[in-house]
């Protein structure tokens, strides 16, 4: 009995196709690292504009209830206030948002009856635009997100 014994080692096409298989492996772990990286900056980003958002309403209805607002300031604010949620002026990597407000007087007529202070209702809301998030491109940084609060306030009387 003649056997042939065969066995000489790794082949070259054993190691092309486990390169193979470990290339497909480390894409697919690359993409989702990418993702996960992508979506913790949108949630950072959208936690910045939130606190920003926060504190601007904390100071409007300071104003409300302070009573000593002017017409101007009774008006709203169409144009908003520019600020940055990353970076600054002139930075490269900088994203910039805008804080809005508007006023509105309400009547001395609710669901309980009437009354005799005066009350606003205050919206505030903030715009940006980021464009880690958007893709690449002619229309590049287009990607826009807005947030909105409100509540009702009242003006006391001193």
Known sequence: M????????????????????????????????????????????????????????????????????????LAGDPDGD???????????NSIEARLYYDLRRLNPFNDYGNTDLTRYELECWIKWG??????TGRYAGDTGYERRISTIMTEFEL
């Not at 190691?15 to 772990?29: H, N, Q, R, W």
């Not at 600020?83 to 930075?91: A, S, T």
């Not at 980021?130 to 893709?135: A, K």
Request: contains cysteine.
């Open 2 to 73: 003649n056997l042939k014994n065969s066995s000489q080692g790794i082949g070259f096409i054993e190691v092309m196709t486990a390169t193979v298989i470990i290339s497909i492996a480390c894409v697919g772990l690359m993409m989702g690292v990418v993702h996960a990286r992508g979506e913790l900056h949108s949630l950072e980003i959208k936690e910045r504009a939130t606190e920003e958002l926060l504190n601007y309403m904390e100071y409007w209805k300071g104003r409300i209830a302070d009573g000593s607002l002017s017409v101007y300031e």
């Open 82 to 92: 520019e600020i940055f949620l990353v970076g600054g002026m002139g930075q490269k």
């Open 130 to 135: 980021d464009r880690f998030t958007s893709p």
